[in-house]
């Protein structure tokens, strides 16, 4: 897959630190978000969702965090490591609509060993 | 088990020919959704299917492009007359439903229109 190739923001970590990719949303009226991952030829790659009627959730190594009032939703990586670099998205929808993706234009993190 | 698989995964066209990209959702999986990636434009959404039927196509571009879906499996996305802004790469994903269902991500199809 193709990364947004203008002006994509850049994170870089450290390997072992932790990550957060922050995300503001367009609709106020969405009520499902998610967190893809994306490498380098691949198609994007489900991390954590989120409904709107929570305002965290937590996975494996992962952490949602979703503000309404801003329109924001951030994704924190516990203990980045190398196989987690690469481009991140954040995506929302209306599921009374299909549940079809907007997707934010992406974040790159890159880990240093 | 099996993923979401796309083909072709790259193709090469000439500038006003037709092109079909074909996707194979997880069986079971009655949802069925084209996206494009290109680097003008992110990742934007293109049309979904539910079973066969298509209730939203908003996102498709011009008349040139059309989708089908056939027996609730396998859907082909159609590029009439194709045009250089047409170069991107072409994902399809697909969920057990449209509610609060995941989207499982195939590969991609990388077009290039020369």
């Known amino acids: 897959g193709e990364s947004v190739g203008l002006h994509l923001p850049t994170l870089s970590v450290q390997e072992g630190d932790n990550s957060i990719i922050n995300c503001a949303y367009s609709?106020?009226?969405?009520?499902?978000f998610i967190w893809y991952k994306q490498e380098s030829g691949k198609g994007p790659q489900f991390i954590i969702d989120?409904?709107?009627?929570?305002d965290k959730r937590q996975g494996q190594r992962v952490t949602v965090l979703l503000n309404k009032t801003v329109k924001h939703l951030s994704l924190q990586i516990a203990a980045t490591q190398p196989g987690d670099s690469a481009v991140y998205f954040c995506?929302?929808?209306?599921?009374?609509?299909?549940?079809?993706?907007?997707f934010g234009a992406g974040t790159i993190l890159r880990v240093k060993s | 088990g099996a993923g979401v698989s796309q083909s072709p995964s790259n193709k090469v066209t000439e500038k006003g020919k037709d092109v079909e990209l074909r996707c194979d959702p997880i069986?079971?999986?009655?949802?069925l959704y084209w996206y494009r990636q290109s680097l003008g434009q992110g990742l934007e959404f293109l049309i979904y299917?539910?079973?066969?039927?298509?209730?939203?196509k908003s996102g498709l571009p011009s008349d040139r492009f059309s989708a089908e879906r056939t027996g609730g499996s396998v859907s082909t996305l159609t590029i009439q007359r194709t045009q250089q802004e047409d170069s991107a790469v072409y994902l399809c994903?697909?969920?057990?439903?449209?509610?609060?269902?995941?989207?499982?991500f195939g590969p991609g199809t990388r077009l290039t229109v020369l």
């Open positions: 994903a697909s969920s057990l439903g449209t509610s609060w269902n995941e989207q499982f």
């Open positions: 609709n106020s009226a969405s009520d499902y």
């Open positions: 989120i409904r709107s009627n929570m």
């Open positions: 995506a929302e929808s209306l599921v009374e609509y299909g549940n079809k993706l907007v």
């Open positions: 069986s079971g999986h009655t949802a």
């Open positions: 299917f539910q079973g066969n039927s298509a209730p939203d």
